[in-house]
């Protein structure tokens, strides 16, 4: 069964600081990888996602994540941050049997917080 | 195109009692999944439906179930609800285009409160 870890439960960054969230999975075959994420009260919004291809994937917001198959990581990443980016994100492995799409198995998410 | 929709937005019910939640996927969307989200546990997978069969499981007790209709609207029910039960429940939808993964868009959440 695949698992993902987000080690980090809280990270705190000053606003204009640059950003990287931390994401290890494990998965016997190829995963597609995703990140989302969570305003308070919210539900999640889709940032990016790996399917294949290119191992360094452009999302919404600015944000980017790199996927490494020797790590077994998809770490997530921003130049600059803005206090508006403070919210709970979440890395999320899926998979695909061919019989359809199998449930996203989710980290237990970074709160993220900005400090002006 | 209109997101995923979840109705009620919030819903507080007793002990023993059951409760229906539904979901409305963006239009052309096939496949819905459900997910329960709470602070212990975080978000974990529920089931899915597409073609108004239920595709895949997660590890939940049978108190928890759910259907979809033919326009691809779903709804999961809990029965004999227990304290532990009190959750956001996230409903995704997802195109399912044949051949490969699809990223699933989230509506909202109903939040239950069980007292």
């Known amino acids: 069964a695949q698992s993902v870890t987000q080690p980090d439960i809280h990270i705190t960054v000053s606003e204009g600081a640059s950003l990287e969230l931390r994401c290890n999975y494990s998965y016997g075959a190829t995963p597609y990888l995703f990140w989302y994420v969570q305003s308070p009260g919210q539900g999640l919004q889709l940032l990016l996602k790996y399917f294949s291809g290119d191992t360094l994937v452009q999302g919404i917001k600015g944000f980017e994540a790199e996927f490494k198959r020797s790590q077994s990581s998809f770490n997530l990443r921003k130049p600059s941050v803005h206090w508006s980016d403070a919210a709970e994100y979440f890395c999320a492995v899926g998979t695909y049997s061919g019989g359809g799409a199998d449930g996203l198995t989710f980290g237990k998410g970074t709160h993220l917080i900005i400090q002006p | 195109k209109a997101g995923v929709t979840q109705t009620p937005r919030y819903l507080i019910k007793t002990r023993g009692q059951q409760v229906t939640l539904s979901c409305s996927p963006i239009?052309?969307?096939?496949?819905v999944s459900w997910y329960q989200q709470t602070p212990g546990q975080g978000l974990q997978f529920l089931f899915e439906y597409f073609s108004e069969t239920q595709r895949n499981k997660g590890n939940f007790p049978g108190r928890f179930s759910g259907r979809q209709f033919s326009n691809s609207r779903s709804e999961m029910n809990v029965s004999t609800l227990e304290l532990g039960d009190s959750a956001l429940y996230l409903c995704a939808s997802s195109l399912e285009a044949r051949g490969g993964p699809n990223e699933q868009f989230f509506g909202p959440g109903t939040r239950l409160t069980v007292l």
């Open positions: 239009s052309g969307h096939r496949s």
